[in-house]
């Protein structure tokens, strides 16, 4: 995996914290088969994080501040990645990280070539930024709880923390960029909920099928979403959901521990279960060959 590592950041005594990881404590026997395919999916999203740092240093194009702290936190995610995918190798001695990098970045891009936030402001587009930090704490917290194999767990300890930290840090930009946009707090709720909604996305379905098959196979956003979904919706407790709503409602500027935030933790959970019900009557993608 060499080739595709970063080689200057977050190192002590010329390691990075993935190298600190007690890889030799791995028990396969613990590994749980059909999340490891979640796995290989959350590795190849997490290392294209420069993407969407690219995107982020051309919305803020005069910001220099604000674009330091985005290649930061790209180079961090990018590590996550690196971690998921040494993981993944260790469960699949089959799958090709590299490879499959190579065909998720041949079927998904982000809009690279934009120069405002599709979000409609940069306050916007930090919303958003809070939203899917969110996400990813909430996901790697479930992620290491429900997967039984210590290596594992420690790499989602060290991941949740991180994606926790970064929500502090695109909150606080978040607050700095509001006293210029002055978006209300529907409009920012709108946004939060918006990109929620984009978890169903190709970015998630196009990972999962490529870090999943060799390419040989049609692609189906459809099915290749469900697949996703049918897996990672199945992590997540009460609690998680709770968590993930008051970190929601903040970024919207609203009372993270109000009525609302109740209610929406409540409405969020029924729907969660409820989906995770129907995707468990769907069909499965037919049997696919080792990625390689």
Not at 18 to 38: A, C, M, R, S, Y
Not at 183 to 200: D, P, Q, V
Request: include cysteine.
């Amino acid at each position: 995996m060499t080739a595709v590592e970063p080689t200057n950041y977050d190192r002590t005594d010329g390691q990075t914290w993935v190298d600190q990881i007690p890889w030799d404590q791995f028990e396969p026997d613990k590994v749980d088969p059909e999340q490891l395919k979640t796995v290989k999916a959350a590795a190849l999203v997490e290392f294209n994080a420069q993407d969407y740092a690219t995107y982020l240093s051309q919305v803020f194009p005069d910001d220099e501040d604000f674009k330091q702290a985005a290649w930061h936190w790209a180079q961090e995610e990018v590590l996550h990645g690196i971690a998921l995918g040494r993981w993944a190798k260790l469960a699949d001695p089959g799958f090709d990280f590299e490879a499959a990098i190579r065909r998720f970045r041949a079927g998904f891009s982000l809009p690279l070539d934009a120069t405002e936030s599709v979000r409609g402001s940069r306050a916007g587009e930090l919303v958003a930024r809070c939203i899917v930090e969110v996400g990813t704490s909430s996901f790697y917290t479930a992620f290491g709880q429900a997967m039984p194999e210590p290596v594992f767990r420690k790499i989602c300890q060290r991941i949740a923390a991180d994606e926790f930290r970064h929500y502090k840090l695109f909150y606080k930009h978040l607050k700095r960029y509001l006293e210029r946009d002055r978006i209300g707090r529907l409009r920012r709720l709108k946004i939060a909920f918006g990109r929620i909604a984009e978890s169903e996305d190709d970015e998630l379905a196009y990972a999962y099928y490529a870090g999943n098959t060799d390419g040989s196979l049609p692609y189906d956003r459809k099915t290749w979403s469900s697949a996703y979904m049918r897996r990672a919706f199945q992590l997540y407790r009460r609690e998680h959901v709770d968590r993930a709503m008051a970190m929601t409602m903040k970024a919207a500027g609203l009372d993270p521990q109000g009525r609302l935030a109740t209610l929406g933790s409540g409405l969020a959970y029924w729907y969660l279960r409820r989906r995770r019900e129907r995707l468990a009557r769907g069909a499965e993608p037919p049997v696919v060959p080792t990625a390689a």
